[in-house]
């Protein structure tokens, strides 16, 4: 971790989990670099650790570690240099008359109820537990970094959220859930493109997309948004094919 500054160094410290099942490509056992204790990584720090490819699941702070696998690639937007294409355009004005509101991370029912429908729409196979509530406490929840929920309403029902980290110069977007009802509606790219736009007006250079990998299909999306960067060999860039 030389990488890092040494006033990082001195307030936290980092260990590698044992093996757990990878959550995204199937039969692969996955490793990470946890960074600790959590309660000492405020922004500041935590923008220093994204920056080098970390990232933020509740008050966990991360990084793919695998010894046979490098499939997890960190991706970026860099906010002046993004260049819609027409379908987002098209996105974009197809959500026009969206309400969106800027909301503290706090335990909402409301919310609650449509992160287990898009669970149950996109990623179960078997319906909610009764430990879910202190599942999505855990996972959206609790943050010790400046967290925000940003709430999409249409004619006051609720069709989407996002819930993002604030750092110094960038945005991380943690997780979004939608209304899964009609997919053609593109909410999620919608709300890529509002966060650029947040982005934009508040002057911060970068979005954090998480990570990439090209395996998964849940990640596709990600790189529909150009030009990118991924981390490659420790330094950001642009992919060059």
């Known amino acids: 971790m030389n990488y890092l500054d040494k006033n990082i160094l001195e307030k936290i410290q980092f260990y590698v989990t044992t093996k757990y099942p990878c959550g995204y490509i199937s039969h692969q056992e996955a490793q990470s670099i946890v960074a600790t204790p959590s309660k000492r990584i405020d922004s500041s720090t935590y923008t220093d650790l994204i920056q080098q490819g970390f990232r933020r699941s509740g008050q966990h702070i991360y990084k793919p570690h695998c010894q046979e696998c490098s499939a997890c690639i960190p991706i970026r937007l860099c906010v002046k240099n993004f260049k819609i294409s027409q379908s987002q355009k098209r996105t974009l004005k197809k959500h026009n008359h969206i309400a969106v509101k800027i909301l503290p991370l706090n335990f909402d029912e409301g919310h609650y109820e449509l992160y287990v429908s898009y669970q149950n729409s996109r990623h179960r196979i ?6 879910d509530i202190a599942d999505y406490n855990d996972f959206l929840v609790k943050s010790n970094v400046d967290s925000q929920m940003i709430e999409f309403r249409f004619e006051g029902h609720l069709m989407m959220v996002t819930i993002v980290d604030i750092l110094r110069g960038g945005v991380s977007a943690v997780y979004t859930f939608y209304d899964c009802k009609n997919l053609k509606l593109s909410l ?13 007006k508040e002057e911060l250079d970068y979005l954090y997309l998480g990570y990439w990998i090209n395996e998964s299909q849940k990640m596709k999306y990600k790189i529909n948004f150009k030009p990118y960067e991924l981390m490659i060999n420790g330094a950001w860039q642009e992919p060059t094919n």
């Open 126 to 131: 078997s319906q909610e537990t009764d430990n």
């Open 188 to 200: 999620g790219t919608y709300s890529i493109l509002w966060l650029l736009d947040f982005c934009k």
